[in-house]
């Protein structure tokens, strides 16, 4: 299997590991990694970063508080409920961006719908 990564490259998928316990701060979490091949020197002249997508959000109960820019993670698996509290957006990579440029964009979409409302009642 190939993936299109951003950039518009493509690397090759290798293998799927399933289950991995993630410790984030001391909260262990379960997730899958898909571990990708790339050449040796393309591995060299890259600085790597680990991405945590939407379902890694959705299984560590992940809660983003914009207004004190924190995260809280809440996992209730076998060990019990367990919870981290006040994670700076910064130290959280969501999809290739940072927590606190998603949410900035959400906030630019939001004031475009007002001027856009706007501009359509003073038209009527």
Known sequence: MTLKMVDN???TLY??????????YGLKVPIDFVILKVKE??????????LLGRSFIVTAGMEVNVVSWRVSLK??????????????????????QMLKEVARD??????NKRLQLKEKLFKA
């Open 75 to 96: 996992y209730g698996g076998r060990d019990g409920i367990q919870e981290k509290e006040s994670l700076s957006m910064e130290e959280v990579i969501f999809d290739g």
């Open 15 to 24: 293998a799927v590991v399933e289950d991995v316990r993630l410790d984030i």
């Open 106 to 111: 959400c906030e630019h979409e939001e004031e």
């Open 41 to 50: 020197e393309e591995s060299k002249e890259r600085d790597w970063k680990l």
């Open 9 to 11: 490259s493509s690397k």
